[in-house]
């Protein structure tokens, strides 16, 4: 499991962890959720490069991507593997 937020990922990692407590007891969420820290500027502020990207996502695929979100998950995961 994947995860990107803002904030801490040790809350992140407890709450999951709750989750999990009781059900399977041998399971560790640091074993199986990777919690990446993608804040960038804020929440609906977006850098010149970011909107350019979402841009060219919609001309090249047709897909719409909220710059908010979802754009700047999909920016980050691209990045990430370049």
């Known amino acids: 499991m994947h995860s990107l937020f803002c904030g801490d990922s040790d809350y992140f990692h407890s709450v999951i962890q709750g989750l999990t407590d009781g059900r399977a007891a041998i399971l560790n969420s640091h074993d199986f ?3 990446q820290n993608a804040k960038g500027l804020g929440y609906a502020m977006n850098t010149s490069h970011e909107l350019q ?17 979802s754009g700047k998950s999909c920016i980050w995961n691209e990045e990430r593997h370049d």
């Open 33 to 35: 959720v990777n919690i």
């Open 53 to 69: 990207f979402v841009k060219e996502v919609a001309i090249s695929t047709g897909v719409v991507l909220d710059p908010v979100y």
